[in-house]
């Protein structure tokens, strides 16, 4: 079928679907509802689609549209739930258990005919985590199961006046609800209001004299202070202590109005230096390898397990600084030294990674700089993977890779990735030529033209379609709550593997063998050589459509497109 895709934005959700109606042969086109309806009427009168799905969208489809048009609303709520915070009060009253529900878009919003829904658990993490991971996995369940219902011709979709449906109304989530009394409220309550708006809207909360938002929650068992106090510092992150306990805090927001030049998420301890330049919160380091029982917030572990290491990392956002880069190399380095046969990188939940931080890189004095010497830091990390030949190295994927955070997978000997993943190995819709040695390991795995292909069309590319191509080695079929205890049990079985020195050698002779062929040095200097000419000229498109996407500004074309222009995140 030919599919029209509309959404407020192509978010990770949207690029699933996208991807995956693909892989199924569908014909399938995207237009942002962002730029208004017209738009949208535009690319339905142009494409003449047979179904028109919504995986996320934040307004109301034209009405013309989905009077002519079956149109498919994905909303993040179990059956009879309406009203545009849903996950926020799942999570708010500590639901164990939610669902999706795709229904049939009518005039009042979220009561159409339901045509698939599927229920999925709830665990402690925050809505942007949930959303790209559990959430996900059902949405892109009950999508598939609704269209193939679509295209069959013979499904009744339910009424939600019938019996079996229990109609629940609920409120906007505003931010009066989101309020964080310091003095009162237990940790736990703090942290269940930070991580139901980690990504968005964030906590609106006053700093220091200054109202700033909140993104992000991790509870803290030793650090003890006054209620609403900062006590520390760690990797980026503040610690602020509760009335029984303490909370670590990634990202801060300033307000647009506060005149803070940098008003997007950041790490929070630039923002708390922003607002008093002379206060100089103590360090609390954390050991990369953090004894069992602890529970504090940390971005990078290391562990082991017999003869497997495991290098955990885990960074808001998936972006990756120029200090987040250099920290996980020196852990790297430091993995190096344990006694493994195996090494496996990657978090055990949510991104992988994106690359380069470009929020970081946007608040800088000198952007053009700061982006020089973030990706000398993520092309430094890559290298040292690359160069590894004593072990074994696993990308364990637990979540979407893109741009330079896909390439770091890449240099990996063997790549597993989570069935719902997504992949998006380009970095042209920022106007980028790439590095990250894309240039030696994109090829290797995927030969030169698909390599082209890939970086030229830059488009979304499921899990499924990446171990066709030879970009992932193993799909990890887990649930995300199993995929670490699947992870561990597969990389315990790859160290037992009584060929695994015969691979390593093989491997150390294949890596000297394209070392004679080309060094890796001739690779990074002419990736860095094409993206320095891009960074340092004022006028390259990257500036725009960077600030763009950090700011949260329009950019691109409200045309429909196979894929909209921006930044795959």
Known sequence: MNILLVASAFNSLCQRVYAELSDLGHQVDVVLAAHGPDPVRAAVHE????????????????????????????????????????????IERGAAHWGVTVLQAEAAMDAGPIWAAEPFPVPPVGKSDLYRNEVSDAAVTAVLTAVRRYAEGSHKPLAQADDSVTVVRRDFFRQERRR?????????????RLRGADSQPGVLDELLGREVFLHGGH?????????????????????????????????????????????????????????????????????????????TWTDIRYRQRGDVGFLGFCFPGGAMSTGQCRRLLAAYEYALTRPTRVLVLGGTRDFFSNGIHLNVIEAAPDPAQESWANLNAMDDLVEAVLRTT????????????????????????????????????????????????????????????????????????????????????????????????????????????????????????????????????????????????????????????????????????????????????
């Open 47 to 90: 494409l003449r689609p047979d179904l028109i799905v919504a995986p996320m969208l934040r307004t109301a489809l034209p009405e013309d549209v989905w009077q002519r048009h079956t149109c498919l609303i994905v909303h993040p709520g179990p059956p009879g739930d309406r009203g545009p915070s849903s996950l926020d009060w799942a």
């Open 180 to 192: 964080i009394d310091w003095e009162r409220d237990d940790t736990e309550t703090v942290l269940r």
């Open 219 to 295: 509870p803290e068992d030793r650090l003890r202070g006054r209620p609403g106090t900062l006590l520390a510092q760690r990797a980026g992150a503040v610690c602020r202590a509760t009335r029984d306990g303490a909370v670590w805090i990634p990202e801060l927001r300033p307000r647009k109005n506060s005149g803070d030049p940098a008003p997007f998420r950041r790490p929070a301890a630039s923002v708390v230096a922003s607002c008093r330049p002379g206060l100089r919160l103590p360090e609390a380091p954390a050991p990369l390898d953090l004894p069992a029982g602890r529970r």
């Open 390 to 569: 004593d072990r074994l190295v696993v990308a364990a994927l637990a979540g979407n890779a893109a741009a330079g955070g896909a390439m770091l997978a890449l240099a990996a000997d063997q790549v597993w990735c989570r069935t719902g993943v997504v992949l998006n190995p380009h970095y042209r819709r920022m106007g980028l030529y790439g590095s990250e040695f894309w240039t030696y390991t994109l090829p290797r795995r995927v030969g030169p033209d698909e390599a082209h292909r890939l970086t030229t069309e830059a488009r979304p590319v499921s899990a499924a379609s990446a171990e066709r191509l030879g970009l992932v080695d193993r799909l990890v079929r887990a649930a995300p709550g199993d995929f670490p205890a699947e992870v561990e049990r597969l990389a315990a079985g790859l160290a037992a593997d009584p060929d695994l020195d015969r691979r390593l050698a093989a491997k150390a002779a294949a890596r000297a063998a394209d070392e004679r062929d080309r060094p890796l040095a001739h690779h990074r200097e002419a990736e860095l050589a094409r993206m320095h000419a891009v960074f340092f000229d004022p006028g390259a498109p990257y500036h725009a459509l960077r600030s763009a996407f950090v700011r949260k500004t329009p950019s691109g074309s409200p045309r429909p497109l196979a894929v909209p222009a921006g930044d795959p995140r």
